[in-house]
């Protein structure tokens, strides 16, 4: 019989004990994962499930269409342009000599043959007063040659004398004629020098700027003194390229063009239309461009040379076209579209070629029907194939529905 000890029975009991607490831990561990990866899935079942029954759908974006329908627009180009005046003249000095006086106010209205500059004028009636001198001699000249050629042609009547003597006494009468009609130029020439001391406005026009001081120096027909531009009525100066002008039927001549339209700087279109007045007969090879001229009434005078405007040339009519805003119209790499709403309320791109401009809206020649609905809005936001609410353009956008609104968030 083999008896143990008090300390071996407690080191049996202790190890008994240790091992069935290990048993233990490992058991609890485990049920302790389970339930932590029951409740992960749970959560997230509820979450798909909140997702699908609870979770707000985002609304249809609104967005203003127009109904498109046939239209006739004119067949027109539109190009810079500038402005000229119909007469444009540069007032020199047709003798030299000291500028007296300055006879007119800059920027003013000029009336034609309005004296504008004086130029001192002694020197010109001193040289008249010695062509009229001259004159007087020669005619005093050809009066002794003519009695003397009638003396000595009655003496050869009589043959007192030679009739060579005769013959030379002739002569110097004739001689003595020439001279006088020289002089009588010298004395015309004279004169006119003289009124030109006095430099007159050929057209009527707006004077220029005053080039030179009164005393200063002038040379015949060099020295600028002013200019004057007659603005009524008023020239434009424009060209269109071989592209516009196929647009709008080919080269433009007088008698194709139906109207001329000036647009100011500032938008406004000019109350009155011009007309054609110069097509160039053919086209510029460097430029490439057809050299054209109209002509406008300006009687208020609020045109003025050398403005930048803009010119609407317009040739006939088209037909069965479409127009849309400007802004509606996109471009990129491929050309141009836009989007139409389909049958499912859903944005479509749509390619599109496009003619000229009418007003703010652009004429499109090809790629859409009557009935497409075009939209106008929050392009920056429609992607293909999102769903839109549209709305006619101008109007507000309906009303959402309050149903999901009213109800409360889960």
Not at 59 to 81: D, G, K, N, R, Y
Not at 171 to 181: I, P, Q
Not at 201 to 219: K, Y
Request: charge should be positive; proline fraction near 6%; aromatic fraction near 4%.
């Amino acid at each position: 019989m083999v008896f143990k000890t008090s300390r071996q029975h407690q080191s049996h009991s202790s190890t008994k004990a240790v091992g069935f607490k290990g048993t233990a831990f490992t058991l609890s561990a485990m049920l302790l994962s389970l339930t932590l990866l029951a409740g992960i899935s749970l959560t997230g079942c509820g979450k798909k499930q909140d997702a699908a029954q609870g979770g707000p759908a985002m609304p249809p974006m609104p967005v203003s269409v127009i109904t498109l329908q046939p239209t006739s627009v004119p067949v027109s180009a539109e190009a810079v342009a500038q402005t000229e005046g119909a007469k444009e003249v540069e007032i020199r000095p047709r003798v030299g000599g000291i500028l007296l006086k300055k006879l007119f106010e800059e920027g003013a209205p000029i009336k034609a043959g309005q004296t504008m500059f004086l130029i001192d004028p002694v020197p010109f009636q001193i040289a008249l007063s010695n062509a009229k001198a001259q004159l007087a001699q020669q005619k005093a000249r050809l009066e002794q040659t003519q009695r003397e050629a009638q003396r000595l042609q009655a003496l050869v009547a009589s043959q007192s004398i030679s009739q060579r003597e005769a013959d030379n006494a002739s002569s110097d009468n004739a001689l003595a004629h020439a001279g006088l009609t020289q002089y009588e130029a010298a004395v015309r020439e004279a004169e006119l020098n003289l009124s030109y001391t006095t430099v007159t406005s050929p057209i009527a026009g707006v004077a220029g700027r005053f080039e030179l001081s009164e005393g200063a120096l002038v040379s015949a027909n060099t020295s600028l003194l002013t200019k004057v531009n007659q603005i009524t009525p008023i020239w434009v100066r424009f060209s269109l390229s071989d592209s516009e002008l196929a647009q709008i039927g080919g080269p433009l001549t007088q008698s194709n063009v139906k109207s001329v339209q000036l647009i100011l700087p500032d938008g406004e279109e000019y109350a009155k239309k011009g007309q054609l007045n110069f097509a160039a007969s053919s086209i510029d090879p460097q430029l490439g461009t057809q050299q054209l001229r109209a002509v406008f009434a300006n009687e208020d005078k609020r045109l003025l040379p050398g403005q930048f405007v803009r010119i609407r040339v317009t040739t006939g009519q088209k037909d069965g076209v479409f127009v849309v805003p400007q802004t509606s119209v996109i471009t990129n790499d491929q050309g141009k579209f836009v989007y139409v709403v389909n049958d499912k309320n859903e944005a479509t791109m749509r390619p599109i070629v496009v003619g000229n401009w009418v007003g703010k809206d652009w004429v499109v020649l090809k790629g859409l029907d009557a009935g497409d609905k075009v939209i106008v809005d929050n392009l920056i936001k429609v992607r293909p194939g999102a769903t839109v609410a549209p709305h006619p353009a101008g109007e507000a956008p309906a009303a959402a529905g309050t149903d999901a609104a009213a109800k409360p968030a889960k």
